[in-house]
């Protein structure tokens, strides 16, 4: 026969939650530790002050040096220095910029320092250096891209599209992008480089650009051919060249220049004709 329970079902045995992270649990005790140390060592500094003026500096340096030290001991030093974003950058070179040696103290790192040092790196754009808890210092940067050659007192420099320059790097590996020549040149450079875009393959001829008078480009192309660019309006200018060139392969025939600078028609000069091998002596 089926019995009643007086005092109802049993209820369901609860399950033990979830154990947490041993280093968690201790990073988040530590932290708590030190916002209580840091508090009450911000009221007793103030009473000192009162009573003792010009002592709270360097009661807050024992303060900070005292925190820095229960971090250490709870194994808060730097034991990996992680990098991303980079390609063209070493990595050694990065590590070397950061200035910090492994088992420093995470909390003795100056992060803006570090972010500062690796910027100065020349294929650096921008850079963030961040501590992940418990023994980490996360590297993340954006590289430059370069897009041209800068032509400066006589010798070429690598340049992005902002202008900046990538130093310090060998041009072995980048004789295919365009030179720029001229004063105020790289200013303008944006620009020209949104116009030429719009052909990739126009642009690919492209040996130089020189930035002429202050005023306008001539652009130079890998069969000689030169284009002269009006002052303004480049992108309607560089959609004329490209019809240019196709309607007359004028990459592939003897035309030595295309004048663009008239808004109404475009004018073509041809080579001079060779002289015959006889009479060139």
């Known amino acids: 026969m089926r019995q ?3 005092f109802g079902t049993r209820k369901e045995e609860a399950r033990p939650a979830p154990r947490r992270s041993v280093s968690r649990l201790a990073s988040r005790r530590l932290l708590k530790w030190a916002a209580i140390t840091l508090a009450g060592g911000g009221i007793i500094a103030g009473a000192i002050w009162v009573i ?11 303060i900070g040096a005292g925190f820095v030290a229960a971090t250490v001991n709870a194994g808060m ?17 990065v590590h070397a ?34 501590r992940h808890l418990p023994s980490t210092l996360h590297v993340r940067i954006v590289e430059r891209t370069p897009v041209a050659l800068w032509q400066r007192n006589q010798r070429l420099v690598m340049v992005d599209r902002a202008g900046a320059e990538i130093a310090g790097e060998t041009l072995d590996q980048y004789t295919h992008l365009p030179v720029i020549v001229g004063d105020g040149a790289l200013r303008h450079m944006p620009t020209l480089l949104d116009a030429m875009a719009s052909d990739p393959a126009l642009s690919g001829r492209v040996e130089a650009a020189i ?14 051919l030169e284009a ?16 240019e060139v196709g309607d007359h392969s004028l990459l592939d025939g003897p035309i030595a220049v295309v004048d663009l600078r008239l808004p109404d028609r475009t004018i073509l000069r041809a080579r001079p004709p060779e002289l ?3 009479d060139r002596t």
Request: a negative charge; aromatic letters at 6%; hydrophobic letters at 40%.
């Open 4 to 6: 009643l329970s007086l």
């Open 52 to 62: 003792q003026p010009g002592t709270l500096k360097g009661i807050a340096d024992e």
């Open 77 to 93: 030093t730097v034991q990996r220095i992680h990098t991303e974003g980079q390609g063209r950058t070493p990595p050694k070179a």
């Open 97 to 130: 910029a950061v200035g910090v040696e492994l088992g420093t103290p995470i909390f003795d790192v100056d992060l803006d320092a570090a972010r500062e040092r690796v910027q100065a790196i020349g294929w650096v754009e921008s850079a963030t250096v961040e």
């Open 211 to 224: 930035w002429i008078g202050g005023r306008r480009w001539t652009i130079h192309f890998d069969n000689g």
């Open 228 to 243: 002269k660019l009006p002052e303004s309006d480049i992108g309607s200018a560089w959609a004329r060249l490209v019809r």
């Open 276 to 278: 015959p091998a006889d």
